[in-house]
């Protein structure tokens, strides 16, 4: 496996697949760079049906303490499954996300995510990821990957 790494503007950006034959414990995956700007933030809160409106109203996110309108929870989970699967492939099924937030990602910053194979069961994959923004670790997850042969 080889580092590397791809951005992404909130309108742009194809799959990047390394297509692992076999994962290596310690093997880098890519970094995947989002820039969360208004837009993104309120539109995937609305894609997932999350009408809290610390996610769109930026007045009210302050009035709640927030410093501006922050990402929710789903899109966190949706960006880990879509960086482990861009790296994985098509013949990755994903198994389980463990996900834990931590700092906020507000809109008009920008998430860099980074990911590390820890273990290797059977056609189990482990991934460990990280999602860091300017003000720190925003998400810390446990995915488990199955990868498939191309035969099933």
């Given at each position: 496996?080889?580092?590397?790494?791809?951005?992404?503007?909130?309108?742009?950006?194809?799959?990047?697949?390394?297509?692992?034959?076999?994962?290596?414990?310690?093997?880098?995956?890519?970094?995947?760079?989002?820039?969360?700007?208004?837009?993104?933030?309120?539109?995937?809160?609305?894609?997932?049906?999350?009408?809290?409106?610390v996610h769109h109203d930026r007045d009210?996110?302050?009035?709640?303490?927030?410093?501006?309108?922050?990402?929710?929870?789903?899109?966190?989970?949706?960006?880990?499954?879509?960086?482990?699967?861009?790296?994985?492939?098509?013949?990755?099924?994903?198994?389980?996300?463990?996900?834990?937030?931590?700092?906020?990602?507000?809109?008009?910053?920008?998430?860099?995510?980074?990911?590390?194979?820890?273990?290797?069961?059977?056609?189990?994959?482990?991934?460990?990821?990280?999602?860091?923004?300017?003000?720190?670790?925003?998400?810390?997850?446990?995915?488990?990957?199955?990868?498939?042969?191309?035969?099933?």
């Amino acid at each position: 496996m080889t580092t590397a790494s791809r951005s992404d503007s909130v309108r742009g950006g194809g799959r990047v697949t390394g297509e692992p034959t076999a994962a290596q414990v310690g093997a880098t995956l890519p970094e995947l760079v989002v820039h969360a700007d208004p837009t993104f933030v309120i539109s995937t809160a609305i894609a997932t049906r999350d009408f809290q409106d610390v996610h769109h109203d930026r007045d009210k996110a302050v009035a709640r303490g927030s410093k501006d309108i922050f990402v929710n929870i789903l899109t966190d989970t949706g960006l880990v499954q879509r960086f482990v699967t861009d790296w994985a492939g098509p013949r990755a099924i994903v198994k389980s996300i463990a996900l834990r937030l931590g700092v906020p990602l507000y809109a008009g910053d920008t998430l860099t995510l980074t990911g590390t194979v820890s273990a290797v069961v059977g056609e189990d994959v482990h991934i460990d990821v990280v999602g860091r923004d300017s003000l720190g670790d925003h998400i810390t997850a446990k995915v488990v990957i199955a990868l498939r042969g191309t035969n099933d």
